[in-house]
């Protein structure tokens, strides 16, 4: 009987030790993914395209940038018409005298909402489709990102910080082992 608990204790034992490991592995790995300072410096290249690139998107580049092609392909936008009428109902309106400037105006407000509420559906159409192609873009380039910014880096920065959290766990578990009384 004793020796199926002796036996049980060493298990126990060493997979608490295992499990010590592997928590000081997991450790070591998560301070080298988010050393930040330790990435730039060592492909300063790379994070001035993460950084350039955020801010890019933070400041509606993509949006400046789809207008500014739009306006080289369509050209300088047209000037609008002094009256948004048709010539047969711009006559009517004349026959009407100082009654037909009140009824030309409410004529022109009320195709100006028409055609705000017109492009306004136009707009979200032109949204859908410019989301739809450039999401899958945008979420590849967020993904190799983070990939890249939580990276374990290089081997040996890993390496050290893995000896480091060793070395604090050796002094904290030989810390608490001369706090322990003796028994």
């Not at 711009?90 to 909402?113: N, Q, S, W, Y």
């Amino acid at each position: 009987m004793a020796t199926e608990t002796d036996a049980a204790r060493e298990r126990v034992l060493v997979a608490r030790a295992q499990l010590g490991d592997e928590l000081a592995l997991l450790e070591a790995s998560a301070r080298s993914a988010v050393d930040i300072p330790a990435k730039v410096k060592a492909s300063p290249a790379k994070a001035a395209a993460v950084a350039g690139t955020a801010g890019f998107m933070v400041l509606g580049g993509p949006r400046r940038v789809l207008g500014g092609m739009k306006r080289v392909v369509r050209g300088p936008k047209e000037p609008l018409p002094k009256s948004m009428l048709p010539d047969e109902i711009e006559a009517t309106l004349k026959h009407l005298g100082p009654d037909g400037a009140a009824v030309r105006g409410a004529l022109e407000r009320d195709f100006a909402d028409y055609a705000k509420k017109a492009a306004k559906n136009r707009s979200q159409l032109r949204t859908v489709l410019a989301l739809s192609v450039a999401r899958p873009l945008l979420s590849s380039g967020a993904k190799a990102a983070g990939r890249w910014l939580f990276s374990s880096g290089e081997a040996e920065g890993f390496e050290a910080r893995l000896a480091k959290v060793r070395e604090r766990l050796d002094e904290v578990s030989g810390a608490a082992a001369q706090d322990k009384p003796s028994a």
